[in-house]
């Protein structure tokens, strides 16, 4: 199937900057949409931007102007560049996958690939 796995979290103070990646691996076929989710102490998982296979993205309106994700379809490779970090920012970020994979000669699809999360805190 498909695993993603998340690196580049970390404690950074307020304006500053991080970079997130999200490596999958597995049987793929093709990675469809790929997007970067958080969810904070307490609050429910929320979407912060999204990426098309060809490149298209949207943002939520928190982070438009501050963050940039991009991807690298030849290392199914996606990134998340976050500037200006403020407190509210902090959580603990998730990459999220819709992918097509093989199944022994057969392919499946599936869209709720998830890794296991890197914790960002922004301190004040």
């Known amino acids: 199937q498909v695993q993603l796995v998340e690196s580049g979290g970390g404690l950074v103070q307020a304006g500053g900057s991080l970079r997130l990646s999200c490596a999958a691996s597995?049987?793929?076929?093709?990675?469809?949409?790929m997007g970067w989710y958080r969810q904070a102490p307490g609050k429910q998982r929320e979407l912060v931007a999204a990426i098309t296979s060809s490149g298209s993205t949207n943002y939520a309106d928190s982070v438009k102007g501050r963050f940039t994700i991009s991807r690298d379809n030849a290392k199914n490779t996606m990134y998340l560049q976050m500037n200006s970090l403020k407190p509210e920012d902090t959580g603990i970020y998730y990459c999220?996958?819709?992918?097509?994979?093989?199944?022994?000669?057969?392919?499946?699809?599936?869209?709720?690939?998830w890794g296991q999360g890197t914790q960002v805190t922004v301190s004040s």
């Open positions: 597995g049987s793929i076929f093709n990675i469809n949409a």
């Open positions: 999220n996958a819709d992918a097509t994979y093989y199944i022994g000669s057969a392919v499946r699809r599936r869209a709720d690939n």
